[in-house]
Every structure is written in structure tokens, then in C-alpha cells.
T-cell receptor
Framework: GQQVMQIPQYQHVQEGEDFTTYCNSS?????IQWYKQRPGGHPVFLIQ?????EVKKQKRLTFQFGEAKKNSSLHITATQTTDVGTYFC?????????????FGRGTSLIVHP | ETGVTQTPRHLVMGMTNKKSLKCEQH?????MYWYKQSAKKPLELMFV???????ENNSVPSRFSPECPNSSHLFLHLHTLQPEDSALYLC??????????????FGPGTRLTVT
């Protein structure tokens, strides 16, 4: 079925290094959302991208939506230990007569001080 | 954050028990969701309710039974569970409709252990 794929599954970085996670869909998405889940916590909404080629920034985080609206990326510049957690992308995928939220498997970021 | 609350936070139950998970949202949203989160499938959508109507049942076994009495409350009734059902059960809510962002707000989850 239609899925949202996300890579890598894990990423170890030294504090100060950059980090990127990638999200791909087999079909065009109407929008893409990104969430962060801290260890022991629950997913928290970060941002939504809607337009083809859209780029949004939140401090050290840069989010991109591909021109074909089938892929997206989240880039963190100069990681800090507070960035530790799992980052999920989510798209709305058609299921029968409705669209349902579909999450990628997530990328777990481990930052070594 | 108190927008979406879940009780209990932790639950240990035997395979023959019957229990219920409760979720309440205080955000005025019109859609609510149950997710299962485990190591094998990080965020697995189980049920969706829009305007109190169940619009999605993602091939979930019948030992899980959802109930949505109004747009603010969601229950997940559990009976005859299996050890592989042990996981974190997350509730979420969102506002759905034309031109809306559909961003989801998650509760803290119920950590379920089936013995």
C-alpha cells in the first residue's frame, strides 16, 4: 500500500555536527508534517509544509518539501544535546475514500557531547 | 501540556483481563486517533474518528474496541490481549476540514504490558 518511507533509522553525531533525515512517498502528498519525540515522551508537532519546493526554518532546523511533493527533508545545523529524539515525518495518504495520516518510521538522533 | 490527556499512564494486565484506556482532548478538535507505538512499528494508526464517526479501522484485531461518545472523549476497550500487544498506546486529536492543517496533538500515552 501507499507508504511514507524515512531514512536513516538511526544517526549518531558528535555535538556540533549537522544532521539530516529524509522522507519519501510513493504518491504526491497534499502536505507533509514533521514531529519530534523526545525519549520517554510523545510526538510533538514541529511544522507543516504545503507548497511545492517550500522551505521553512526554525532556528537551526530547516525543512524542505520537494518540487514534486513526494519527498521532504529536515536538516539540523550544529546539533546540540537538546536535539536528541526521534523525528517523524507524516503525510496524508489516500485510504479508500478518505485520507489518513501516515507516519514514517522515524529517525532517531543520538548526539554525543 | 494538558491539551490531550490519557489515563492510565501505565497498565499491566493479564491476557484474560478486560480494561479500558481513556483519552480526553480539551482543544475543541473534531477528530481523534488511536496509535500503537512499538519497537517493530513505531507509529501505527489504529482508529480514526471524525465528528464521532469511525472513519478508519486499520485492520486492527477485534480484541481492541474503540468508543467515541463525543468529540472530546475517546476510549479503547481491551480484552483477551496477547503479549505482543504490549506497547505504548497514543491518543491524538486534530481539527479536520477544508483548508486546515490537520496537525495532530498527542497525549502522553499509556504504557501497556500484557503478561
Amino acid at each position: 500500500g501507499q507508504q511514507v518511507m524515512q531514512i536513516p533509522q538511526y544517526q549518531h553525531v558528535q555535538e556540533g555536527e549537522d544532521f539530516t533525515t529524509y522522507c519519501n512517498s510513493s504518491t504526491t502528498l497534499s502536505n507533509i508534517q514533521w514531529y519530534k519525540q523526545r525519549p520517554g515522551g510523545h510526538p510533538v508537532f514541529l511544522i507543516q509544509l504545503v507548497k511545492s519546493g517550500e522551505v521553512k526554518k526554525q532556528k537551526r532546523l530547516t525543512f524542505q518539501f520537494g518540487e514534486a511533493k513526494k519527498n521532504s527533508s529536515l536538516h539540523i545545523t550544529a546539533t546540540q544535546t537538546t536535539d536528541v529524539g526521534t523525528y517523524f515525518c507524516a503525510g496524508r495518504v489516500r485510504s479508500g475514500g478518505s485520507y489518513i495520516p501516515t507516519f514514517g518510521r522515524g529517525t532517531s538522533l543520538i548526539v554525543h557531547p | 501540556e494538558t491539551g490531550v490527556t490519557q489515563t492510565p499512564r501505565h497498565l499491566v494486565m493479564g491476557m484474560t483481563n478486560k480494561k479500558s484506556l481513556k483519552c480526553e482532548q480539551h482543544l475543541g478538535h473534531n477528530a481523534m486517533y488511536w496509535y500503537k507505538q512499538s519497537a517493530k512499528k513505531p507509529l501505527e494508526l489504529m482508529f480514526v474518528y471524525n465528528f464521532k464517526e469511525q472513519t478508519e479501522n486499520n485492520s486492527v484485531p477485534s480484541r481492541f474496541s474503540p468508543e467515541c461518545p463525543n468529540s472530546s472523549h475517546l476510549f479503547l476497550h481491551l480484552h483477551t490481549l496477547q503479549p505482543e500487544d504490549s506497547a505504548l498506546y497514543l491518543c491524538a486529536s486534530s481539527q479536520v476540514g477544508q483548508g486546515l492543517s490537520y496537525e495532530q496533538y498527542f497525549g502522553p500515552g499509556t504504557r501497556l504490558t500484557v503478561t
